[in-house]
């Protein structure tokens, strides 16, 4: 029988067990019909798994009894920060769960100046977003769980960048410099790309980039829908530094 994850974002102990109550009491009982004596592994998203035993199910409370932790060594792979114009729809919700699949470790929207989506419109959609990367991360086997953060205009994606020397910025019309060319430039440590709306990234924004130590490239001859670019070059840098 397949073994089931939740995710808690603070495990609590009562009585020495772990307890789970509301959406997960929920999720565990009416949703996955458990019962005392089956298995559930927790995660916390910080890189810890709980192997755990249901032990009682009473009053809404679900009472696990922990038999190990696992953590996670930390991969080999660069962290990545994914930078991007949101878009409406289930079209961003499709990317926040395959963004999550391919390992991305924090997602940043920005707003460009073409940016679509309005500002009062995205302030319902964030914690959306952070469940969708929830669900996809329990799904995909992650013991981990993206950062997602507010929507910000882009210029103010500088304080949460500024440790991180390695800068991507996805242009449509660049000419002389490809993926390849920047992955080969590498240097030890995080990784930022940028990706922006559909209009395309206006000439001051990409000027103020190219300003702020990001390094324009492209992924070819290929126009790529916004939600797609990010996919294929999470899997290129997935493919690349998992081989190393």
């Known amino acids: 029988m397949e073994i089931r994850r939740v995710y808690v974002d603070k495990l609590k102990m009562k009585n020495g067990m772990a307890l789970l109550a509301g959406q997960n009491h929920k999720y565990i009982v009416i949703v996955l019909r458990k019962c005392p004596g089956d298995r559930i592994d927790l995660i916390d998203g910080k890189g810890y798994l709980y192997r755990c035993v249901i032990n009682n199910i009473k009053n809404r409370e679900v009472y696990l009894q922990v038999l190990d932790v696992i953590h996670k060594p930390e991969e080999k792979r660069p962290r990545v920060t994914l930078c991007i114009s949101p878009v409406k729809g289930q079209r961003m919700d499709w990317l926040i769960e395959k963004a999550t699949e391919l390992n991305v470790d924090r997602i940043l929207p920005a707003m460009f100046k073409r940016t679509v989506i309005k500002i009062d ?94 390094v324009s490239c492209s992924l070819g001859e290929n126009i790529f829908r916004v939600e797609t670019t990010p996919l294929v070059t999470l899997s290129i840098i997935h493919y690349e530094f998992s081989q190393k």
Request: one cysteine or more.
């Open 121 to 214: 419109e995205k302030e319902k959609k964030c914690d959306r977003w952070r469940k969708i990367s929830i669900e996809a991360s329990r799904q995909s086997g992650r013991f981990t769980v993206p950062e997602i953060m507010e929507p910000i205009p882009l210029r103010g994606i500088s304080p949460f960048i500024e440790h991180i020397q390695n800068r991507w910025v996805f242009y449509e019309k660049e000419k002389n410099h490809h993926i390849k060319d920047v992955i080969s430039t590498y240097t030890e440590g995080e990784i930022c790309i940028v990706i922006g709306p559909e209009g395309g990234i206006e000439e001051q924004e990409l000027e103020w980039l190219k300003n702020n130590g990001f």
